[in-house]
């Protein structure tokens, strides 16, 4: 029995701290290997679209798939789960695209924290609710509404004793951290010489 909680217990530990460390790893895929009820889902999204790729994407807490595009001089990313149920829709966006208050806050948040740190990319983020439609959280978000579910998601590099470290943040719409976690490069499967 102290065997077992044991056991459970050191998962548990291992786990949490690992969720706190981004190790991502996309590789590129062919339409086909796409989760076709995805596919279905967007397609009339991808019309006008330019630049349509398709990845599959590792990290250190899930498996997901994700199509990448350029429509009307926005880059857009939605992501899927293995299953094809739309997870959220992301799209690169300026600091003037965040309203004044929420991004003071977020600014604060960076100022107090991080001694030196510089922002590399901004995306706002559409997730998909519990209880609302896929096709309207993709409604929502091509249409480019900033709702009180909408998520900023921050990648910004920030000194450290050891250097610089790479981070990526998730804040609310009105600039509360939601989760903040260090990125690291993904490992390459191949010998160094």
């Known amino acids: 029995m102290k065997f ?21 790893k996309e590789t590129r ?9 995805a596919y279905s889902l967007l397609e009339t999204h ?24 350029k429509k009307r001089k926005l880059h857009y990313s939605v992501e899927f789960d293995p299953q094809g149920t739309l997870e959220d829709v992301e799209f690169e966006i300026d600091v003037v695209d965040i309203p004044e208050d929420n991004w003071m806050t977020i600014e604060n948040y960076l ?4 001694n030196k740190y510089r922002v590399k990319k901004i995306q706002q983020q559409h ?9 309207e959280t ?10 009180p579910e909408i998520n900023y998601e921050i990648i910004f590099s920030a000194k450290t004793e050891k250097g610089f470290q790479a981070y990526e943040a998730l804040f609310n719409s009105v600039g509360k951290l939601i989760t903040l976690r260090k990125s690291y490069p993904p490992n390459y499967d191949h010998i160094l010489y």
């Open 4 to 24: 077992n909680f044991l056991l459970i217990f050191t998962l548990f530990i291992t786990q949490f701290f690992c969720a706190q460390n981004k190790y991502e």
């Open 29 to 37: 895929i062919d339409k086909a290997d796409f989760p076709e009820n």
């Open 46 to 69: 991808l019309e006008n679209a330019r630049r349509i790729r398709f990845y599959k994407e590792i990290d250190s807490t899930k498996q997901s798939f994700e199509v990448k595009f």
């Open 111 to 114: 100022k107090s924290n991080h």
């Open 127 to 135: 997730p998909t609710l519990t209880d609302e439609n896929p096709k």
């Open 138 to 147: 993709l409604r929502k978000a091509f249409q480019n509404l900033i709702l």
